[in-house]
């Protein structure tokens, strides 16, 4: 009895040591489960545009918990890098919405980590264009049509993927759709009758939306934001202005504006802010209010 009880302390001595090891060196024990309650269902969504179309999808139904990774004011994820603790909100959710379009240059990491995480891409089957060389410009919210494009795709995925919930889902997403559809019918009237259509936009997030209005670019003053132009293009915008006759240059709310202050300075040009929404309050109607104050900028900057 005594080398029984002996050889059992040995063996439980063993196992505490073995587990204080592993824990030392960062491994955990397999533990496959959310730390949610069974019943709710966690969806994460990248960034605060894909929060904003998934906030009025999810609204108001219960059993449904909404996360954002990214901080509303991050802004587009040019260069984001997925932090701990990024990952650690992700591991615990069931849904993860993304932009796609080559937005979140990260993603090939999220689905080698994490395997079981299902994923929606809220670009998925809308036509894209290209921005300068061979990758698509993913700024495709930007565009009235295309955030109801993105709202459907959404709407649609999330139903399938909890079927619990799909008749609220698809009553909610049918309601958001008819006021994104009353605010691009609204901006038609104002920006289709507008005199001028050449603009000068700050970095590459409105060419979806030029195209919806027929507008023309004529130059983009910093293609990745926060990369300066040298001073041999900005004596290129300038020639496009005095060549084109431009008469507006749009910077946005996110990003400084001194290259664009340089060129309005030396041109004549009238500098605006044009929000490509890609911050903002976490509020359902924060979209439409963005494009209406946009609205408001572009009847007054294209009829001088």
Not at 162 to 174: L, V, W
Request: with cysteine; aromatic share 8%; glycine share 4%.
């Amino acid at each position: 009895m005594f080398k029984k009880a002996s050889f059992l302390l040995v063996r439980f001595a063993a196992l505490a040591f073995l587990l204080s090891f592993l824990t030392a060196c960062g491994i955990q024990p397999a533990n496959n489960s959310k730390e949610h309650d069974a019943k709710t269902i966690v969806i994460n969504t990248t960034f605060y545009p894909i929060y904003i179309e998934a906030l009025n999808i999810t609204r108001d139904i219960p059993d449904v918990k909404l996360v954002n990774i990214a901080p509303p004011v991050t802004g587009c994820l040019h260069d984001y890098q997925l932090s701990p603790d990024d990952l650690k909100k992700m591991s615990e959710a069931d849904i993860l919405i993304i932009n796609g379009a080559g937005m979140e240059s990260f993603i090939d990491k999220i689905v080698s980590q994490l395997p079981e995480l299902k994923i929606i891409d809220a670009s998925r089957g809308i036509p894209l264009l290209k921005s300068e060389g061979d990758e698509y410009n993913p700024h495709v919210w930007v565009s009235i049509t295309n955030a109801i494009l993105q709202v459907k795709n959404i709407g649609e995925q999330i139903a399938l993927l909890d079927p619990g919930h799909a008749a609220q889902y698809k009553a909610n997403t049918e309601a958001y759709a008819a006021k994104l559809e009353d605010l691009r019918v609204r901006m038609h009237q104002v920006i289709d009758d507008s005199g001028s259509r050449e603009i000068i936009t700050f970095h590459e997030a409105f060419p979806y939306f030029a195209r919806e209005f027929n507008l023309n670019i004529t130059a983009v003053i910093e293609r990745e934001p926060g990369s300066e132009p040298i001073p041999a293009e900005l004596a290129e915008t300038i020639d496009i202005i005095n060549e084109t006759g431009t008469k507006v240059i749009f910077a946005e709310p996110q990003y400084p504006a001194k290259s664009a202050e340089t060129i309005a300075r030396e041109t004549g040009v009238k500098l605006y802010i044009l929000d490509p929404a890609a911050t903002g309050e976490l509020e359902p109607d924060a979209y439409i209010k963005t494009m209406e104050k946009n609205m408001d900028v572009l009847r007054e900057a294209l009829n001088q």
